[in-house]
Structures are given as structure tokens and as C-alpha cells.
């Protein structure tokens, strides 16, 4: 539903039942229940007449009351008895409640509207001091400015366009991976350190994807790395229960 | 500097400002510490509660704003003819109470308390800022909760969320026996005149500035 729907006046069910209990004069945690739902009813049917659509809420109230009359009539075994006090109970408790927000939405009323008398000042615009740089400007440093944003612009103009030629992967993470695996396997139980996967003439591209692949493994393939302490080489060990596994 | 000169300076940036100026943007540009500033600060308010006064310190958090007093409102709209204002609708102003009193909540729960779908008036009170988003439930659909904002503060007249009157005072008892009357008189009350009230602030105050301190 899009739109708030308030038929004379009442916000909800919960609103007409208040109004109804207090019109009756009954305490709230006492509600003749056939009473209120009889007024009740006759207050819908009223708008009914009216040619107004009613809204659903209102409608799904009048079913819960009906059934708590219904229940309430009905012959009772022990059971039944207490199914129909805990409707009922249900009702009450969230009629108390919203009678309770409803008091605050009064107070919060009172306060609105004493705050509205107030008015505040808006800002004087006046333009922000932004920043204080002393402008020397002289036709030569003005080329010289210029140039320079061309000259930015064209390298970056350059980065930007596509590689003109494009390198082959040299190493991939499955080779290393496997090739990982084998040093692991030839070395045993005693493991590998990190630095003898690290041959003395790599390059910066394999040491990162030595790294990725061990990552990889730790992952995936339960290996364990140890290390003393921070920034120092480290011991890779396989899993051997896991091995022992497969 | 004594604290009646630091407090005409107060005085005029809020009304240089306009908007909120919070207290550590007043401290960096007094350079003072936060016990004097809120000294300062309680000097000026003290000097508005005068009736002869059209100005009272309006306080959110911890910013600080100027405003006509609300009392003097019927004299003012003959000179600035402001459109009247129009306060909240009942559904919002329900839904209001509810997310203040139970916040963070989510639709669902305004609905059920209400009785009918919420979701208009949600809508305004967000359109409005009275209310944010505060995160979600982790609940099925991850339903969004909404929290009162500080906007909602300051149109109900209140300097922080502990000043609202607690749960209990409109849940004890019958509509009756609540007074409003009661309630304006204690924030009124707030403002007597007298030394032991400024004593009593100044203490007030350290109390607090030691908090923000230990906060910072």
C-alpha cells in the first residue's frame, strides 16, 4: 500500500479498538471481548455502507476478533481454554503497546510543534578563501605552464594506449605447482627451505609466481610453512597424513 | 581572555556560522581547552534564559547553534511571513516514537507494533532525515534498520537521545495522569538563574570534558 490509509481518523485496528475501550470506559487487560468486537464490527460495516473501501488491516482485525468470540463461545476443553486466553493475552499485550507508542507520538507531537516556532539563521554566502597563493603570472610562465600540461597529457595519452606487443607468460603457477611438488617429494620429510626454490639467476616474474604457487598449495594441497621468526626464509613440509591419505 | 570575553566570541562565530559548530571545531579555532570553552558556553546560555533575550544556544551532541526562542514565534512570523510550518503526520509521528524507543528496528517490527503497513511514513521520516539507515539484521533478506539521526534531535528539541523521557513514564499509569505540562517544566527548570546553578554546572561540565577527554 502507497498510501496511509485513515478512515476517520484512526491510523489503524489497533487505533479503533483504543478508541472503542475508551468510549466503553473498560480497562484495557479486560476487554468484554463480544462487546468490543460487536462495535467493532458495526463500525466497519458503517463505512462499508459509506461505499469505502476498508482497508485490509481493519479486515484482518475483525477475523481475529471474531475468532477469539468464536472461541470464547465454543464448549472448552482444558486445551482450548488456553489457546483462546493466549489470543486473547496476544491482543491485549499489543493494544498496550500501541497505546504506549501512541502517548509518545503526543509528546514528540508537543515537542514538534514548540520546536517549529524556532528559526535558525542560514549562512551569509560569502565566497570561501580557498586558497592563498600568491598569483605571479608573466606571459613566458604561462608557455612554459602549457607546455608542460601538454607535454603530461601526451605520456599520459601513451600509457593509456594498448600494448603493442604482448608477452608470452613464462612461467605459470600449474608448472610451478608440479615442479613445487617433485622438489617436495625428492626432499622428503625434512622439507625444502624457501630460498633454495629460489635459484641464483631468477628473475623478479618467477619469484612472484614461486610465492602464488606456494600460496596455491597451502590451500589446496595442505602443505605447511614454518617460520622461526618475521622476514626471515621459512621450511615448506608437506602434509604427510594427507599424503598418507590418498 | 577572561571566560565573558571567550564567551561574546562564542557568540559570534554561531551566529557567523549559522550551521552547527561542534566543540572541537570551537576549541582549535579559540585554542582553548575544552573545560573553558564549555564554561564559556555556559555563560551564554545563561545570559539567553533571560527574558530579554529573542536568542537561546540550541545544543545537538556536541554542536552548538543559535535560534530564535519558540516563544517569541508569534512575533517574529508578522515581520518574515513564513509559510506556516507544518509539523508530522500521526502515522509518521507513531512510527517516529516507535523507531526512537526501539531503535535499531526494522519495517516489519514498526508495522506489527502499528498494527498497519508503515512503509509511507518510514519513506517521509527518511525524505526528512529523522531517520537513517542502521545497518541490517542478519536475518533472513537482510532487512534494513533504521535509527533516529540527529536531525530528529534537534526537531524535537533535544540535546542528545538520554534526554528523551524514559519508556516508563508513558507506560505507567493511564493517559491521564502523563502531564506535558510537567515534562516542558523540568527542561525549563534546567534554566533558573543563580550561582549555585552555574557552580553546579561548571561541575557538570568538568565532569563531562573529562569524558570527552578520556574519549579523545
Known amino acids: 500500500m502507497a498510501y496511509a490509509v485513515s478512515l476517520d481518523g484512526f491510523e489503524g485496528p489497533l487505533d479503533l479498538l483504543i478508541n472503542l475501550i475508551q468510549k466503553n470506559k473498560i480497562d484495557i487487560c479486560d476487554i468484554p471481548i463480544s462487546t468490543i468486537t460487536n462495535q467493532y464490527l458495526l463500525q466497519i460495516r458503517t463505512w462499508q455502507d459509506m461505499d469505502m473501501d476498508v482497508a485490509s488491516e481493519f479486515i484482518v482485525m475483525a477475523a481475529r476478533l471474531l475468532e477469539i468470540k468464536a472461541k470464547a463461545l465454543l464448549p472448552k476443553n482444558e486445551e482450548a481454554k488456553e489457546d483462546e486466553e493466549d489470543l486473547q493475552a496476544k491482543l491485549v499485550r499489543q493494544l498496550v503497546e500501541y497505546k504506549i507508542f501512541k502517548e509518545i507520538s503526543y509528546y514528540f507531537q508537543s515537542q514538534e510543534q514548540r520546536e517549529l516556532g524556532a528559526i535558525y539563521r ?109 622476514f626471515i626464509d621459512f621450511q615448506i613440509h608437506r602434509e604427510v597424513e594427507k599424503n598418507e591419505q590418498r | 581572555m577572561n571566560s565573558d570575553e571567550l564567551a561574546g566570541i562564542i557568540e559570534g562565530i554561531l551566529f557567523g556560522a549559522g550551521d552547527g559548530v561542534s ?150 499509569g493511564k493517559q491521564e495522569s502523563f502531564d506535558l505540562e510537567l515534562l516542558n517544566n523540568e527542561t525549563e527548570n534546567k534554566g533558573q538563574s543563580g550561582e549555585d546553578l552555574l557552580a553546579n554546572m561548571l561541575e557538570k561540565t568538568m565532569g563531562d570534558a573529562a569524558i570527552i577527554e578520556v574519549a579523545q
Open chain 1, 122 to 230: 542560514d549562512p551569509e554566502y560569502i565566497p570561501q578563501n580557498m586558497e592563498e597563493a600568491p598569483l605571479v603570472i608573466d606571459p613566458y610562465s604561462l608557455e612554459q605552464c602549457f607546455k608542460r600540461l601538454l607535454f603530461e597529457r601526451e605520456e599520459e595519452i601513451e600509457a593509456m594506449a594498448p600494448p603493442q606487443k604482448i608477452i608470452r607468460e613464462l612461467f605459470s603457477i600449474e608448472e610451478k605447482i608440479a615442479e613445487i611438488t617433485e622438489i617436495l617429494v625428492q626432499a622428503g620429510a625434512s622439507g625444502v627451505s624457501f630460498s633454495e626454490l629460489l635459484h641464483p639467476d631468477i628473475c623478479r616474474e618467477e619469484v612472484v609466481v614461486t610465492l602464488l604457487s606456494l600460496l596455491e598449495m597451502v590451500k589446496t594441497s595442505g602443505l605447511r610453512l614454518l617460520q622461526n621468526r618475521v
Open chain 2, 23 to 172: 566543540m572541537t571545531e570551537l576549541c582549535r579555532c579559540l585554542d582553548k581547552p575544552i573545560t573553558e570553552v564549555q564554561f564559556a558556553i555556559e555563560i551564554l546560555k545563561q545570559d539567553y534564559q533571560s527574558k530579554a533575550r529573542g536568542i537561546r544556544l540550541v545544543q545537538v551532541k556536541d554542536s552548538y547553534q543559535l535560534s530564535t526562542k519558540p516563544d517569541y514565534y508569534g512575533y517574529i512570523k508578522e515581520i518574515t511571513r513564513h509559510q506556516e510550518k507544518t509539523g508530522l503526520s500521526r502515522a509518521a509521528l507513531e512510527t517516529l516514537a516507535i523507531i526512537a524507543y526501539r531503535q535499531p528496528v526494522t519495517r516489519l517490527t514498526v508495522d506489527e507494533l502499528r498494527g498497519v503497513s508503515s512503509s509511507s511514513a518510514i519513506q517521509r521520516l527518511l525524505d526528512r532525515g529523522l531517520i537513517c539507515d542502521g545497518g541490517r539484521l542478519e536475518a533472513p533478506g537482510r532487512p534494513i534498520l533504521y535509527k533516529t539521526t540527529n536531525a530528529f534531535l534537534k526537531t524535537m528539541g533535544f540535546t542528545s537521545l538520554n534526554e528523551i523521557p524514559e519508556f516508563e513514564v508513558f507506560s505507567q
